[in-house]
């Protein structure tokens, strides 16, 4: 306890230190991943990872988010929601994409950020985007359990669900069923990854099949430009409504991340990747677009229920065993996509467990399945934990907030490290238009928040473009050596196209659409935030510290021994070092 207390009068000085501190691409590749013992096996190729993406994804935007949304928040106009948040999410992997194939470790944007902005910023990452694997599978879960209750021809979806009486309003319904299916899974991933993608491969080929059974029927049985424009028209909530409404839907989107926390379990990288992120996604958009505008042919937008929407809907149109069969498949695709996400998520904390950021045990790789097996199982509680008893509306919006900010910084990191050329050129220049295209992004969305007049949208709009176009100008000089040495020793394989353009926009997009979220959403976000910057103080910043310091004497240490040093010179050495790199 005394070393611990000693530690923390250390603080000031430990976070500068750590909080700025980067590792390069080979060190994450080739040094970092040893921490976890043994390998991950490179079990996977580009068509798991298309089904793996694609599972990730379907079974929860369609079921889960659509129906409130359509009903309370865009109407019938909620397709045009989903391709707005599709265009986003495609340019914000394509950033993930050109990540992945240079930096291929488990740690998705974790390791992106932290070997560009810095230890705490990776973790600050890290650290919202587990919050949103978490939350987001424990609504996932509860969503099967509705499904499966239409599925079997029970007319109340919370049928299965234990009321306790006493407890708070959206935290008194106990989920049992959701527990024991984030159980299963967690069990299922312990044991492999290739048979887990396996299971998922099949699943994801009966869920599009069920989908394309689903956008048949309703196009053939709706009631077609009839129902869109009745009782108010296609956006009866106006833009406002559309927009909004895209911000609360791309958390349908968060799948397609887990196929870069793959990247240590993949035969050739720098060809499967792209192709499973990019083509995931791709597919998924134009699914989402058509199964939406479905359901509001078939049912008024008003009209539409909130708990297993698609279910109801065929009720409405005289298909009761439709309804059935869309219970079933309904739960199929939640299991796929929950399989998939609580696969990215223990690589997530694996990474971090291996950076000292968390307890180093989650980062042990069990030496027979290969598997991140103690960050699994912990995660798998927590999911289990949290799907008993939250309701999914009091998680939804801070899902879609954490997803944004991460998918923002992903962004950000990617023009910096594009165009900023370590030692050769000052990063000022960079920073200074990453800040203006924030500050310009930022602006027109108070303004849109506000409802002010559209000559001052244009003005903030054509800020942003000239800003960009002015940064693409002065860079175009140094962007070819800056892509052929800003990820050595690992040679680019692959770049996003026209950049800066695609990333800029992404970070455009998230900043607009993270400022449409309700005020209640950042002051849980704040919270959040407030509680993982206290555990980095008061824990990770001393723990990544001192394992630092060690490695560091351990290789002075072995270097003299290797040269056989005199042992007085040697107790020597182990005084000066601490102080050496301290006063660095």
Known sequence: ??????????????LKSRMLATWTPDQEVNQVRLRSGADMKRKLRWFDLVSLGVGGMLGVGVFVTTGPVARDISGPAVFISYIVAGFSAF??????????????????AFSYL????????????????????????????????????????VSDPNAWRIKVNGL???????????????????????????????????????HIIFFGFVIIAGFCHGDG????????????????????????????????????????????????????????????SVLYCLMSLVLCLMVPYNEISISASYAVAFR???????????????????????????????RYLCVIGRARLVPSWLAKVHPSTGTPLN??????????????????????????????????LVANALIYRKYTLTGQTSPFHTLSFLALLSSSALAFSIWWKLNKPWWGLTLFLAITVAVTA??????????????????APVSSKWSVPFMPWPAAISVFLNVFLTTTLKMLSFQRFAIWTCLVTLFYVLYGVHRTYEAEEIGRLDVVEGHLASTRVQPEILDNVQMVVPHLSESH
């Open 316 to 346: 409405r149109i005289g298909w009761g065993w439709a309804g059935n069969v869309v219970g079933a498949g309904a739960s199929l695709g939640i299991v796929a996509s929950l399989l998939v996400a609580m696969l990215g998520q223990a």
């Open 1 to 14: 306890m005394s070393k611990y207390f000693h530690s923390l009068s250390q603080t000031p000085h430990r």
């Open 91 to 108: 340019l914000s992997s394509l950033c993930y994409t050109e990540f992945s194939v240079n930096v291929p470790v488990a740690g998705g």
């Open 225 to 284: 430009a009839k129902a869109l424009l009745e009782p108010r028209g296609l956006t009866p909530y106006g833009v406002r409504g559309v927009v909004n409404g895209a911000a609360v839907v791309y958390f349908s989107y968060i799948g397609y991340d887990t196929v870069s926390t793959l990247a240590e379990e993949i035969q050739n990288p720098s060809f499967s990747l792209p192709v499973g992120i990019i083509g995931s996604v791709s597919i998924v």
């Open 375 to 408: 960050a699994t199982l912990f995660l798998g509680l927590c999911t289990a934990s949290i799907a008993l008893f939250t309701d999914l509306e009091i998680v939804m919006e801070l899902i879609s907030i954490g997803t944004l900010s991460v998918f923002y």
């Open 470 to 487: 002015f940064f693409q100008y002065h860079t175009s000089s140094i962007s070819t050596a800056a892509n052929k040495n800003i990820f």
């Open 168 to 206: 708070e309003k959206g935290y008194n319904e106990l989920d049992f069923p959701a527990v024991a299916l984030v159980i299963l899974l967690t069990l299922c991933l312990c044991h492999s990854t290739k048979e887990s993608s396996m299971l998922n491969l099949v699943m994801t080929v009966f």
């Open 114 to 153: 932290r070997v560009t902005f810095g230890e705490f910023i990776g973790y600050f990452g890290g650290a919202n985007i587990l919050l949103e694997y978490v939350l987001s599978n424990a609504a996932v879960a509860r969503s099967f359990t509705e499904y499966m209750c239409t599925a079997f021809g």
